[in-house]
């Protein structure tokens, strides 16, 4: 049987990411991610399809090196179509498809947030693969989204609930920003709360039907509160910055958790599974462990290097893709929005 050569691009934010698997075994992942917006304090879109032109051509070679693979051996190539930064998004499926047409290979279009699910089937020679059966549940977290699906398969997932107004990590980062923290505030809160107390201060936790999510109202109640403690102390940040994150890491825990529980008693469904960037903060990952204690939940929770957006998770639901012969057109453009 011929082996299966995948590359995969992502570039949807601001990391530019190239993986390369064989029969869905991961040979290479390489990302450059992108300095420049920390002085601004978020992602500058302009700034982001700017380095993405800089570093798409060498982080691609620097894949196919990695893996000792020559251009000429691959069977597609898989690329992000969205949701994203358009102009991030543009350069990363033009070079995909200009590298596609050249070799005369398929092109695979992935949805970025499928792919985060996707990274719990991504395989590594020598180490314990653990993918988790179908159906299963998974609770996806990221700057931008937060939603608990149900996974039938990888072409197959159902939206059981997803956050109405801001994602958890725009909340955190927002909250950190406030604080004077810095960018991305997500790792700064993470560090912080190892050494608060999680219970030191109550932040109001939105009452929201079904399975759905909020966090606009947790944000507030923050904005407020801090406003107010500061009045009466201009050092009370300071003094007390382990603790807020603490607290403010337990709240929103807190909301996901509860509803994520609610959708496995629903379902009846036990192997829940944690995706995207958020699901790399640690105050997460411990509540998962706690949960599946307590409940007898089978979980899976992914590498630190497959949470944040990277290629591998591309190009591995390329590859599923790939056995189904479910290519794209050269045609088919990117979106910005976010479609699942």
């Not at 693969?129 to 996806?140: A, E, K, T």
């Not at 932040?203 to 509160?225: Q, R």
């Amino acid at each position: 049987m011929k082996d299966i050569y995948i590359l995969g691009i992502e570039s949807s934010c601001d990391d530019t990411s190239a993986a390369v698997l064989r029969n869905g075994f991961l040979l290479s992942n390489v990302t450059a991610s992108q300095s420049l917006h920390e002085e601004y304090g978020g992602v500058v879109p302009e700034l982001a399809s700017r380095a993405h032109q800089e570093n798409v051509l060498p982080v691609v070679s620097q894949a196919l090196k990695k893996a000792g693979v020559k251009k000429e051996q691959l069977d597609a190539v898989a690329f992000t179509l969205g949701p994203g930064l358009m102009g991030s998004l543009l350069v990363g499926v033009s070079f995909a498809k200009g590298l596609a047409r050249s070799l005369s290979i398929p092109m695979i279009d992935v949805n970025h947030l499928q792919g985060h699910v996707m990274a719990h089937f991504i395989k590594e020679d020598g180490v314990e693969n653990r993918i988790p059966p179908l159906p299963f549940l998974c609770l996806l977290v990221s700057g931008g989204n937060s939603q608990i699906i149900k996974v039938n398969s990888y072409k197959d997932m159902e939206i059981l609930g997803q956050t109405i107004d801001d994602a958890a990590g725009e909340a955190i980062d927002k909250c950190a920003k406030v604080m004077g923290l810095g960018y991305p505030g997500g790792p700064i809160i993470d560090k912080l709360a190892r050494t608060g107390n999680p219970h030191a201060f109550k932040f109001s936790e939105p009452s929201i039907p079904h399975l759905d999510y909020s966090f606009s109202g947790l944000k507030t109640s923050f904005l407020y509160n801090l406003r107010a403690w500061t009045e009466e102390d201009p050092d009370f940040i300071e003094k007390n910055k382990a603790d807020i994150a603490a607290s403010l890491e337990y709240t929103i825990v807190d909301i996901l958790m509860k509803k994520l529980n609610r959708a496995v008693k629903e379902t009846g469904i036990k192997h829940v599974a944690v995706a995207g960037g958020v699901s790399a903060n640690n105050g997460l990952r411990n509540a998962f462990h706690e949960y599946a204690r307590k409940y007898h939940w089978n979980i899976y929770i992914p590498k630190f290097g497959y949470t944040t957006d990277n290629a591998a998770m591309i190009a591995i639901t390329g590859y599923y893709k790939f056995l189904d012969e479910d290519f794209c057109s050269i045609e088919k453009p990117a979106f910005s929005k976010v479609i699942l």
